[in-house]
């Protein structure tokens, strides 16, 4: 199929539904977060993720030039590891 064949078989709804899309996790490493829904992805590390929302709690902090991961507590604060 041609780059042109492929343009005339995709009309402008279709076009914006692509766009918008929500795309479903496509590796082993990929995975959809169940707190903020974002598509999040594990790093090579095995215990760093991105990829999470701003107000998602699994997001990573930056904390001058480096990023740590927040950690609840038992008594429920948060604290940058």
Do not use: Q
């Not at 005339?8 to 709804?13: F, G, I, L, N, Q």
């Not at 692509?18 to 795309?23: D, E, K, Y």
Request: charged letters at 35%.
């Amino acid at each position: 199929m041609s780059l042109e064949e492929i343009v005339e078989a995709v009309d402008a709804d279709e076009l914006h539904r692509r766009i918008h899309a929500n795309p479903s996790p496509r590796t082993d490493r990929e995975f959809r977060c169940l707190e903020c829904g974002s598509r999040c992805t594990r790093l090579l590390d095995g215990h760093s993720e991105v990829g999470h929302n701003r107000e998602c709690s699994r997001r990573m902090r930056r904390t001058g030039a480096e990023r740590s991961t927040s950690v609840l507590t038992d008594g429920g604060a948060e604290v940058d590891r």
